[in-house]
Each structure stands twice: as structure tokens, then as C-alpha cells.
Nanobody, 122 residues
Framework: QVQLVESGGGLVQAGGSLRLSCAAS????????MGWYRQAAPGNERELVA????????NYADSAKGRFTISRDSAKNTVYLQMTSLKPEDTGVYYC???????????????WGQGTQVTVSS
């Protein structure tokens, strides 16, 4: 199996910064894409925040451009999200996602972390 463990959420004032981390472990041959998604409130859909591929291709939601930076440490199977100039509308549960190849010749599967709460006060 594959586990994704997130850390780094918390409460911060508007304009502040937070850094999220997500470490993948378990039966991993290759991580094709890793990324972060936000669920603003229970029942809402998870929205893409940022993704990064194994080749380093990065995609940001418009709301994250210029304020958030995604990066990954392939040796540690870890992805980071540096968030700056945080706004109250950034509040939500942030979920780590990974598209994982567990063995050579196998299929890619999607895995999710348990989520970490980010709350930005005004």
C-alpha cells in the first residue's frame, strides 16, 4: 500500500505564510504527479491548488499563482507547498495527492492524504 502523510497546516493571520509537507511511503516504484487540493468546506468539491510532475512541470490554480510555490524532493518522495500572502479565502482542508506506479509494468493509481486544516483569519 501507499501512505501520504501531510503536515504543516494551522491557523495564521491574513498576509502570513505556511509551509505544507507531504511524504509518500510504502510500495512505490514511481511518483508521476504529486499535488495539493483544497476543500473549502465539507460537501464542497476538492479544488486543485498546484501540481508538479516527476519531470518538474508545474501547474497552479489562478488563485495560487504568484503566492504559492510547489516543490518536490524526489529522493524523499515528498512534496511541499509554500504559501505566502495568505487570504481568508485560502481557508480549507488541504489534501495531498499522488499518482503512483507501484511496480514496473503496473498501473498508476491515485492516493490521497488525510488532509491538513489551514485557517486564515482576517
Amino acid at each position: 500500500q501507499v501512505q501520504l502523510v501531510e503536515s504543516g497546516g494551522g491557523l495564521v493571520q491574513a498576509g502570513g505564510s505556511l509551509r505544507l509537507s507531504c511524504a509518500a511511503s510504502g510500495s512505490i516504484f514511481s511518483l508521476r504527479v504529486m499535488g495539493w487540493y483544497r476543500q473549502a468546506a465539507p460537501g464542497n468539491e476538492r479544488e486543485l491548488v498546484a501540481t508538479i510532475t516527476s519531470a518538474g512541470t508545474i501547474n497552479y490554480a489562478d488563485s495560487a499563482k504568484g503566492r504559492f510555490t510547489i516543490s518536490r524532493d524526489s529522493a524523499k518522495n515528498t512534496v511541499y507547498l509554500q504559501m505566502t500572502s495568505l487570504k481568508p479565502e485560502d481557508t480549507g482542508v488541504y489534501y495531498c495527492h499522488a499518482n503512483v506506479l507501484r511496480r514496473l509494468g503496473g498501473l498508476f493509481y491515485d492516493y490521497w492524504g488525510q488532509g491538513t486544516q489551514v485557517t486564515v483569519s482576517s
